[in-house]
Structures are given as C-alpha cells and as structure tokens.
C-alpha cells in the first residue's frame, strides 16, 4: 500500500512538473554500441515473427515503448516494404527522469531524430482509438509487482483491458507481436489470450545473433 501511494505522488508530480534537461544526446561510445545492437536486435526480431506483404501504407504502433531506444530498428524494418508509413509509439510515464536528469522523452526525441512519420505519444493506450496494421509490445507488465516496482500507481494495472483494448484496435488481417520476459509470464500472457478468445501463434524463445538477455523472452503472433 504503501509503494503504491508513493507511486501516485510521484507520477503526480512528474506529470504536472514535466522536468527535464532539453536536447539530449547519447556521446558516450560503449552506450551507442548497444544501443546500435538493439536496435539490430529489433529487426531481427521483428523480420522472424511478422510475415508482411509489400504494401503502399501501413500504420504501426509500439505499446509502452519508454525511451524507445529502439526504434531505428522497427523503423528500418517497416521500411523494407512500406513505401510510406507511420510509426507511433505510446507511453505513459514520459517524464519519468533519468539520473543525468534528462526525462524518456528527451531521450526518445535523440533516438527518434530523422526519422520520418514518427511520433512519441504520451499517454494510456486506452485513449488512442485509431486503428493500426502492425501493433508491437515488448515486456508488457501481466504480474502487478514488476508494474509497482517500475513506479507506476496501482490503477494503471489492468493487463486483460489493455490486452482487450490493443486487439480491438487491430485492422482487419493486422499483426500483434507480443514479446514477454520468462516463462512464468508467458504462462501468466498465454491464459489472459485464452480467457479472452483471441487466437494466437505461440513462437516459443525468442532467439537473435545480437543480443541475448539474462531471461528467456517469449512470442506471442497475433492475427485478425
């Protein structure tokens, strides 16, 4: 209770103060080297799940994407075959800070620079209600003690609503690629798609040359 009262008063506090250093930008040498392997990583994930057809348009959205360090790798990969598309990414604690003081979205407009058609949204999946081709969402928080333990209030907590909500707006013949960290969540994922009757693709552990985490990662492909 206690984690949780403090969890509201400073998300309270960052959203209401929206603090943060301006104009961030990444110099130092080991951090842009990861930051380039995950982004490798990225592609690389995203080429083994989806199976997309060349196409004029798409629109895409990235679900809890933080400071979206990633996103030169979504971005390239729909760029293999979109001639145009828009990439939207949703996130709802974008003025949490960093110890530099500089805030995700100061990071997420450094990582973002350049890149066409590309927007950081700031707030609850359960606002957007425009409808999307490719949906993306690593790690979403399905145990409540991971969500405390990040800093967000207790009420943000509605895995199998949020799950309902990101499904309902997929296109017709849209893609959801849900990635989830250990085998207990994947479990813990797997039933929430079960309870809710949406047909799913399970795609086991997820593997890339690039990177390779401390726990398994799990995909779930998802097909309207």
């Given at each position: 209770?206690?984690?949780?009262?403090?969890?509201?008063?400073?998300?309270?506090?960052?959203?209401?103060?929206?603090?943060?250093?301006?104009?961030?930008?990444?110099?130092?040498?080991?951090?842009?080297?990861?930051?380039?392997?995950?982004?490798?990583?990225?592609?690389?994930?995203?080429?083994?799940?989806?199976?997309?057809?060349?196409?004029?348009?798409?629109?895409?959205?990235?679900?809890?994407?933080?400071?979206?360090?990633?996103?030169?790798?979504?971005?390239?990969?729909?760029?293999?075959?979109?001639?145009?598309?828009?990439?939207?990414?949703?996130?709802?604690?974008?003025?949490?800070?960093?110890?530099?003081?500089?805030?995700?979205?100061?990071?997420?407009?450094?990582?973002?620079?350049?890149?066409?058609?590309?927007?950081?949204?700031?707030?609850?999946?359960?606002?957007?209600?425009?409808?999307?081709?490719?949906?993306?969402?690593?790690?979403?928080?399905?145990?409540?003690?991971?969500?405390?333990?990040?800093g967000l209030p207790k009420k943000f907590f509605m895995p199998e609503k949020l799950l309902q909500h990101a499904y309902s707006l997929l296109k017709k013949q849209g893609q959801l690629l849900i990635v989830n960290q250990g085998k207990d969540e994947a479990d813990i994922q797997k039933q929430m798609l079960d309870k809710l009757n949406i047909k799913y693709e399970e795609k086991g552990i997820v593997k890339s040359?690039?990177?390779?985490?401390?726990?398994?990662?799990?995909?779930?492909?998802?097909?309207?």
């Open positions: 209770m206690f984690e949780d009262i403090k969890n509201n008063i400073d998300f309270f506090i960052r959203s209401k103060t929206a603090f943060s250093r301006k104009n961030y930008e990444e110099k130092d040498e080991n951090a842009l080297n990861y930051n380039f392997l995950e982004n490798l990583y990225t592609f690389d994930v995203l080429s083994a799940y989806f199976n997309p057809s060349p196409r004029n348009c798409a629109s895409v959205l990235d679900i809890g994407c933080k400071n979206w360090s990633y996103v030169k790798g979504e971005y390239n990969f729909f760029k293999t075959f979109c001639s145009e598309f828009v990439l939207e990414g949703v996130e709802i604690d974008v003025h949490r800070l960093y110890k530099n003081f500089y805030s995700r979205y100061e990071y997420a407009k450094f990582y973002m620079k350049g890149l066409k058609n590309t927007n950081y949204i700031e707030g609850n999946l359960l606002d957007i209600e425009r409808d999307y081709d490719f949906i993306i969402w690593f790690l979403p928080f399905v145990t409540q003690n991971p969500h405390i333990y990040w040359e690039f990177l390779q985490y401390k726990n398994d990662r799990y995909a779930f492909l998802i097909e309207k």
